[in-house]
């Protein structure tokens, strides 16, 4: 089948004379895109909504889109040649320039933005093929929300509004908050509460100052406030505040924006909402949805109740094997099995609950596999800055962020040639949890299609969230002080898995239980020999299982069963596998524990 493209994030025909057969951004295009750019920041910049774009109408009707099993090829069963470009991303001191360029961001109550009023330049970028394809019935018809649509009003001057119901900020009953937070790179508990620490507050009419506060700086220089109480705590877009989509999209651009044009982004619930939201969005009942083998257990209860078909990819200790999903795929007997599957979901870096991290080269040759076969990725990542040297090895220095940031993994949705990879991040692993905030990256087609989503199933996460991690992360630390806290909060980390190594090899039996080494994430995946138990032959995996976690309750300590964790439910495990985690326990109580663990098994295998 042909592929389509779509116009670039501004969601409207480009004029005739600047089309062309290749679907890319020339310098004409992008002079006409940045204009557009401008004049939606201008309306922004002066109090209120922009036009909320209705792209419904663009919505390929599910009766047209043909599905996989009718536009698919046969596949050679080998992995492709990689074609995926090499990672390109901005540096701190260009998003500081475009910063100061900027000016001010005046954005009110309800005002719509999207990543196209924050990203820098698209000279020469592809445009993302359409995936109406992959999409459900269910979300190609889900239309623009009217009233949030009627917010583009409130940008007239002398506007008297009945329409929408926002609520007075008068009647708010919080007029402050006040926060006492580290000063990087001083993250320790006792540093914040000591000298080293800083307190901030949040007013509910600071943004409403025309100037800045000379005791209030900000990781910017002095700048007036831009968010505050009366704007947060009111309704806002489904995408959140215009200021946290500016801090996601730039962040997005320091770490790897992907390789095409026309790509946005979308704040979130937190992952598992978000998750949910991508299956309704590509999974309808009946369709198959490939992931690793053990995958996040939360992930596997969010789509069985969708009637979504999981089909497990074996794995080894880097993740998930490309030439086994290839295999699976291009020996799939559709009038026997059903519709293809077209939808990967897969944790890449520190997976839960294997801690098993996907190299560049592994992920690259899973792209390939996906482009072949016409599937469509979720790529989950909340550990992501979590990646970890050998215990003994020198980590990137504290104070060199743009080193740290050239040493990660390329992500999926930098590599992203198609438009066919969903990127979730999260602030719940490396901020607070309770935060319930995270945020989607994709191609505009699909970010449009998430957005209609959570206009009427969440309508974008919390204020009180979106305004405390604003003043925090944007308005105090900046990008650069942010990227120190994931750097302290990986080598803290580190420490703790090191901890809980070094327990392992001083208690565990070798002979019975072994692991690979986690190489980001919170999780430690132990392999138990259940060949070897004296009961073997008489008793399953699932029964010897289930003894040893009776035993280890019984010890005082709780370790999660690996089949909790098994993609494909209804096979019996042929492996014993307990993932225990060194998130949040002391290092003494972690030596502890997995002295217990050493006990159980010792115990159930007479040793």
Known sequence: MRSAFRAHAVHRALPLQLRSSSPTVTSATCLVLRREQATKLSRIRHGGSHQSRDLHSEAVNASTAAPA??????????????????????????????????????????????????????????????????????????????????????????????????????????????????????????????????????????????????????????????????????????????????????????????????????????????????????CAEGDGLLTDEYSFSTALETAVPLGVNIVGVPMDAEGLLPEEMDRILSEWDVRRQGRKPHVLYTVPTGQNPTGATQGEKRRREIYEVCRRHDVFIIEDEPYYYLQMAKPGEESVREADVEEFLDGLIPTYISMDVDGRVLRMDSFSKVVVPGSRMGWVTASNQIIERFIRHAEVANQGPSGFSQVILHKLLDETWGHEGYFKWLMNLRGEYTKRRDVMVAACEAFLPKEIVSWDLPMAGMFHWLKVNHEKHPLAKKKSVLELEEEIFKSCIAKGVLVACGSWFRAEHHTAPSQLFFRTTFAAATPENMREAIRRFGEAIKESFKL
């Open 69 to 282: 099993s009718h536009i698919a090829h046969q596949h050679e069963p080998t992995v492709a040649a990689i074609t995926t470009p090499p990672r390109h991303r901005v540096t701190l001191a260009e998003i500081r320039e475009r910063r100061a360029k900027a000016g001010r961001l005046i954005a009110g109550t309800a005002a719509a933005s999207d990543a196209d009023m924050f990203k820098g330049p698209a000279t020469g970028k592809p445009l993302a093929k359409r995936m109406d394809h992959h999409l459900t019935k269910e979300s190609t018809l889900r239309a623009p929300c009217k009233l949030k649509q009627a917010a583009k009003h409130l940008k007239q001057p002398g506007l008297i509004s009945l329409g929408g119901g926002l609520p007075c900020p008068e009647y708010f009953p919080i007029s402050s908050l006040s926060l006492r937070v580290p000063t990087p790179p001083h993250f320790s508990e006792s540093d914040t509460l000591g000298p080293r620490g800083m307190d901030i507050t949040i007013e509910k009419y600071e943004a409403s100052r025309p100037t800045p506060l000379p005791e209030r700086p900000t990781a910017w220089g002095p700048k007036p406030a831009e968010y505050d109480l009366s704007i947060a705590l009111n309704y806002s877009q489904a995408t959140g505040s215009a200021q946290m989509t500016r801090f996601v999209t730039e962040h997005v651009e320091l770490i790897g924006a992907p390789p095409y044009a026309d790509w946005g982004v979308c704040l979130t619930v937190g992952s598992t909402g978000a998750l949910e939201q991508a299956l309704r969005m590509f």
